[in-house]
């Protein structure tokens, strides 16, 4: 089935650890995100790609560092800077710059910091 | 103001009512408009585009109006299985596709 996996669905990580979250797709789509969402708070942008090797920041990319060495994978790691990593990771996809297509979600991986 | 704007609700209504949301968006230019559903804990999904004209899926209609810079959902015979929360998303012109969210409308469906 094509879609777009995100592992593991629960993290629990201590306070000054890096994490290293997951986000696998087969829809060969050019472009991914990854998105924070918290508590009564909407989506926010951490950073987007819309090429292999090249991405961008989005509005709150402080604290975060990702990767996109291949089209299928999009890894996001979440650094000791980020000062309230606790939330929910959402990556989701977009198949090309031209496309009128919207972006499609993986299930999510939630974060929590102890 | 915010660049997408809905009223958080939440909207609690009987089976079988017709409810609808409103959003609205600051960017006149906006070119691509969507609503997603999102269950509790789960991934928002993608519900409907917006079209210019108007569009219809089964129970749910969604409308844009540009002069006034809202789109609107409306659903038709509520079910309990429409309990969600609403996301309106707008896509800007520019080459970096961003969309940008709407803190959603929650909607309780209750027997």
């Known amino acids: 089935d094509g879609g777009i996996t995100q592992s593991p669905k629960y993290l629990f990580r201590k306070e000054g650890q890096n994490v290293t979250l997951s986000c696998e797709q087969n829809?060969?789509?050019?472009?991914m995100y990854w998105y924070r969402q918290d508590p009564g708070q909407g989506l926010r942008l951490i950073y987007y790609s819309q090429i292999v090797n090249d991405f961008q920041k989005g509005d709150i990319a402080e604290g975060y560092s990702v990767s996109r060495e291949k089209k299928e994978s999009f890894p996001l790691t979440v650094t000791s800077a980020q000062k309230n990593p606790t939330a929910f990771y959402l990556c989701?996809?977009?198949?090309?710059?031209?496309?009128?297509?919207?972006?499609?979600f993986g299930p999510g991986t939630r974060l929590t910091v102890l | 103001r915010k660049e997408v704007e809905q009223d958080p609700g939440p909207f609690n209504v009987p089976e079988g009512a017709t409810v609808a949301f409103n959003c609205t968006y600051s960017n006149s230019a906006s070119q691509s408009f969507f609503w997603y559903r999102q269950d509790c804990r789960k991934e928002p999904k993608l519900l409907m585009s917006?079209?210019?004209?108007?569009n219809e899926d089964g129970r749910f209609t969604a409308q844009l109006n540009r002069a006034s810079q809202y789109i609107s959902l409306l659903i038709r015979d509520s079910k309990l299985s429409d309990s969600a929360t609403y996301l309106c998303?707008?896509?800007?012109?520019?080459?970096?596709?961003?969309?940008?969210w709407g803190l959603g409308t929650s909607l309780a469906v209750n027997p």
């Open positions: 917006v079209y210019s004209s108007g």
């Open positions: 989701a996809s977009h198949p090309s710059l031209g496309s009128t297509d919207t972006q499609y």
């Open positions: 998303v707008v896509r800007n012109a520019g080459n970096n596709r961003k969309l940008i």
């Open positions: 829809l060969n789509h050019d472009a």
